[in-house]
């Protein structure tokens, strides 16, 4: 049986962004490139231009779903 956690994380935007250049990488483990890719799709519409050439470099990888 799975455990369900639920968490929040607080974080400025350089250190998503660097959080998500490391753990989007196709060298990191799939477990947690899977969970940055949720959290890169996890933020505020209003706040995802800063994060566009980020989205524009893992789905240009080919992404995984």
Do not use: C
């Not at 956690?5 to 998503?16: C, F, K, M």
């Not at 060298?27 to 996890?42: F, G, S, T, Y």
Request: avoid cysteine.
């Amino acid at each position: 049986e799975a455990l369900k956690v639920d968490e929040r994380l607080t974080i400025n935007a350089r250190s998503l962004r660097n959080l998500l250049n490391l753990r989007l990488s196709s060298r990191a483990l799939w477990e947690i490139r899977d969970l940055a890719r949720q959290m890169l799709e996890a933020i505020p519409k209003d706040h995802q231009l800063i994060f566009d050439d980020i989205k524009e470099k893992f789905y240009a990888r080919g992404k995984k779903s």
